[in-house]
């Protein structure tokens, strides 16, 4: 019962120091000095957090800013979801603008940040290989997103017969002996792709590649068989 007893009181004693820790723990930027829950070092927020003021930020905390990942919400509901350093948006993020004319909070779009200024879009390469057979190489690449159409090159080392394609949206085209042209399309698209390959006098070889474009744009493919 002692035991016990001493327990319970060690314990109310650690949770008054934290929550101790946690009331004089100060948050240097202006906007979101008010109310700040979380972990504090030298009495200044440190490490895990979230700061209430004008504006909410809630995230990582280094010497009493923001600094590493974490959710920043701005007065008019605009936020940014991404990287901060010394209190200011740096690195990789995404900003969620508020349109005042429809009254919404605007999808906002992967970015590079210096310095709380906006330096350039990310283009967001995702896609994923679903299936691949006797394939030596490919590569996936997105130069831009002003176009949603897709180019596959294939590999000019063998003769290649029975090109076959096969889409979830769109159409396609053959250019000449070795490029394929997607157009018409929606994303996330699916491409089933299927085709012989024979060099010199050695036997033909099946090869497939099934894949999936998550992001829109115009992507190259490049695939290499025997």
């Known amino acids: 019962m002692k035991n016990l007893l001493i327990l319970i009181i060690l314990s109310i004693g650690n949770q008054l120091f934290a929550q101790n820790q946690t009331a004089n723990c100060k948050v240097l930027s202006e906007k979101l000095q008010g109310k700040y829950d979380g972990e504090c070092k030298n009495r200044l927020a440190n490490g895990e957090g979230t700061a209430k003021g004008k504006e909410t930020y809630s995230g990582s905390f280094k010497e009493g800013l923001p600094h590493g990942k974490g959710k920043y919400v701005y007065e008019n509901g605009s936020f940014?979801?991404?990287?901060?350093?010394?209190?200011?948006?740096?690195?990789?993020?995404?900003?969620?603008?508020?349109?005042?004319?429809?009254?919404?909070?605007?999808?906002?779009?992967?970015?590079?940040?210096?310095?709380?200024?906006?330096?350039?879009?990310?283009?967001?390469?995702?896609?994923?290989?679903?299936?691949?057979?006797?394939?030596?190489?490919?590569?996936?690449?997105?130069?831009?997103e002003t176009q949603e159409k897709v180019e596959i090159m294939l590999g000019t080392r063998s003769v290649l017969n029975g090109i076959n394609v096969q889409l979830s949206s769109g159409d396609y085209y053959e250019l000449g002996a070795n490029k394929i042209v997607i157009q018409n399309c929606s994303f996330p698209l699916t491409v089933r792709l299927n085709y012989s390959a024979q060099k010199g006098i050695s036997s033909s070889t099946s090869v497939r590649l099934d894949f999936e474009l998550e992001s829109k744009g115009h992507w190259k493919v490049n695939v290499n068989s025997q």
Request: charged share 35%; aromatic share 14%; glycine share 8%.
């Open 80 to 144: 940014y979801i991404g990287e901060f350093k010394n209190g200011l948006r740096h690195g990789e993020g995404e900003m969620h603008e508020y349109n005042k004319t429809s009254d919404k909070i605007e999808e906002g779009k992967l970015a590079k940040w210096k310095n709380d200024q906006f330096v350039e879009y990310i283009l967001e390469k995702k896609y994923k290989v679903i299936q691949s057979l006797n394939t030596l190489s490919f590569n996936f690449d997105k130069p831009d």
